[in-house]
């Protein structure tokens, strides 16, 4: 392997790795605080990338990508708040509250996918790309939509980070996520904390569907497989920590690359699956867990 080729792995790998950092995040988000895994979150990645295009696209409405960013994050900010409203909230109290929200999520999972062959059609689209033309420092380019990508998925990490440590409602949540009972002694609304939670992960969610959508086409099943890795990502690093995701992502991110630039793009998938088993093999809490839950 030549420095070119081991430097564009490399990028590819960190791409792949701040993408699934943001769809692992919401994963994590939903289990730390409600303790269920929403399984929904791969329509969402598809929703937030269809709902982008709508806004920005020149065949929709136009506007500028930026707005049509915003836009979307206040619209799945929306949907994951409504979703946990009418999916989540009815059963949080029954004592099969696990299997009922996989049931329910499931359910709104297919409703979502089938909604959106129903309204944007099976034909594939494509969001405009973050940036035109290349970066180059020195010997290196680096395509400049792909630079603007890995900036704004890490500065949107920092920001959910910060919240959840130093924000009122970030620092309820996790008072929430450790102890339910106490929270609610204290007088404090749990619902509405969770329902945060829900649509912070849908945001995150619907963020990561834009940016594939930048460098992909779309569809509407467009988030099955990015579901899956963001559950190898979830279960092989943990949630200990907030951070415990982010670096499992990157992580996972470069093995891929590496798994397909060696093995090729079918065996890929299979080398994920095993370091995941191995990992869960020496440490089954995850690479970067702990016994306890919480963010």
């Known amino acids: 392997m030549d420095a070119a080729t081991l430097f564009s792995v490399l990028q590819g790998g960190l791409v792949l790795g701040a993408l699934y950092a943001l769809m692992a995040t919401g994963l994590s988000l ?3 605080t409600l303790g269920i895994f929403n399984f929904a979150h ?10 982008a295009w709508q806004f920005s696209s020149a065949d929709a409405w136009n506007l500028p990508l930026l707005p049509a960013i915003l836009l979307t994050s206040a619209v799945m900010f929306a949907v994951g708040a409504l979703m946990h409203f009418l999916l989540v909230k009815p059963f949080e109290r029954r004592a099969d509250v696990v299997l009922i929200s996989v049931i ?6 297919a409703i979502l996918e089938n909604g959106l062959l129903l309204i944007w059609g099976p034909r594939s689209k494509q969001i405009p790309p973050l ?3 290349e970066v180059v420092l020195g010997q290196i380019s680096l395509s400049t939509s792909e630079v603007i990508l890995l900036v704004l998925v890490l500065a949107i990490l920092l920001g959910i980070g910060l919240f959840l440590r130093y924000a009122r409602p970030g620092r309820i949540m996790r008072a929430v996520s450790q102890n339910r009972e106490a929270a609610e002694l204290l007088g404090l609304n749990v619902p509405l904390y969770f329902a945060i939670a829900f649509g912070l992960s849908a945001v995150t969610a619907g963020l990561a569907g834009v940016f594939v959508g930048t460098i992909r086409f779309m569809n509407p099943a467009m988030g099955s497989e990015p579901l899956m890795k963001a ?7 943990g949630v200990a920590r907030f951070s415990s995701p982010i670096y499992a992502a990157f992580i996972i991110g470069l093995l891929e690359a590496f798994s397909i630039y060696v093995v090729g793009l079918y065996w890929a998938p299979a080398v994920l699956f095993f370091t995941m088993i191995v990992v869960l093999l020496i440490k089954p809490e995850g690479l970067f867990g702990k016994h306890q839950r919480t963010l």
């Open 30 to 32: 939903v289990w730390t």
């Open 42 to 51: 791969g329509a969402f990645i598809a929703l937030g990338a269809y709902i």
């Open 104 to 109: 329910t999520t499931l359910a709104a999972s």
């Open 131 to 133: 940036g035109e033309g």
């Open 231 to 237: 559950l190898i990502v979830v279960i092989f690093g």
